[in-house]
């Protein structure tokens, strides 16, 4: 038979489905409402809608590797409240989420909602992602993923805080055993530690070195606007190689240097010699949960304030 809008509509009033998974519903159940709501509350799908536009800022990074260690994924799988992302059944779904990420041979975040999910065949990512919600009863957002596959060498991964910060690290070396192993973790947790923009300084555009020597320049005459050219100039190229050691990984000063002065590139190299390995830090990957959202601020007692003038009236 055939699904009208008012059927569509009215089951969506009643779930708070979408109304794609409205539509979906009544058309396997032949227009049967009660079947429908049925239909939609064992797919996880009823009330998902309504939740939908709650801020889910809180969560976790997660990472999963391969047992060789040649591909790992990192995913960031938010929620709204820090509680319900410290509960097993949230911890269990990102993991379930990373899981598929690292099987799945997707790049973009629409192709990989509409897979087919790993632990339920007869659902999609995305009616997967939608059954968490309603069974959490809070917003639950994929909100991205990144997979790296390294061929010769492996991919060192490190979660910080349980899950606060997530980090890849590609490392190509023609030797794998514990102490490279280690050296992997170590240069992961640097980049927890320190957030590095780019992994050696050959990556940064030079438009963007160009803009910082303007605005280092305008600082400099600033301070000193009675110095020449010359002192100028070695003030910007002072300040200019220290942000390069700040934003590049492989300069910056390694976190465990015993001399406070070591390199995570010298740190790799001594590394590789002792174990007569070649080793190159090929690329990373860090996700920093709620990196860039803005986290909506609750006034309760504006809340209760308006609450109680609108009863007033």
Avoid at 51 to 77: F, H, P, Q
Avoid at 131 to 152: H, K, L, M, T, W
Avoid at 191 to 197: G, S
């Amino acid at each position: 038979m055939a699904i009208t809008a008012a059927q569509v509509k009215e089951l969506r009033e009643v779930t708070g489905a979408g109304m794609m998974d409205c539509k979906k519903a009544l058309n396997e159940t032949n227009g049967d409402m009660d079947a429908a709501i049925d239909f939609l509350r064992e797919k996880g799908l009823a009330g998902a809608a309504k939740k939908a536009g709650r801020i889910a800022v809180e969560g976790l990074s997660l990472t999963k590797a391969t047992d060789d260690g040649k591909k790992a994924v990192v995913v960031e799988v938010n929620i709204e409240t820090d509680f319900a992302a410290n509960t097993d059944k949230f911890k269990d779904y990102v993991g379930a989420v990373a899981d598929q990420a690292l099987s799945s041979s997707n790049t973009e975040m629409e192709a990989f909602l509409e897979e087919k999910w790993n632990k339920d065949s007869s659902l999609t990512v995305e009616e997967a992602r939608k059954q968490a919600v309603s069974d959490i009863s809070e917003n639950i957002g994929i909100r991205r993923f990144q997979r790296i596959e390294e061929p010769n060498g492996f991919i060192a991964t490190y979660i910080h805080a349980g899950g606060k910060i997530g980090v890849l690290v590609d490392v190509e070396t023609d030797v794998v055993n514990d102490a490279i192993k280690e050296m992997g973790k170590n240069v992961a947790m640097q980049v927890a530690a320190l957030y590095p923009k780019y992994t050696r300084s050959s990556e940064i555009d030079q438009s963007y070195i160009d803009r910082e020597k303007e605005i280092f320049l305008a600082e400099a005459k600033n301070e000193k606007p009675d110095a020449n050219e010359k002192i100028w100039n070695g003030i910007v190229m002072g300040r200019v190689n220290k942000e390069m050691k700040e934003i590049c990984l492989l300069d910056q000063i390694y976190v465990k240097a015993e001399d406070g002065k070591q390199s995570v590139q010298k740190y790799v190299d001594e590394v590789a010699k002792a174990n007569n390995a070649k080793i190159n830090i090929k690329s990373f990957v860090r996700f920093q949960t709620g990196e860039g959202m803005e986290k909506k601020e609750e006034d309760y007692a504006a809340e209760v304030a308006a609450a109680a003038a609108a009863v007033q009236k």
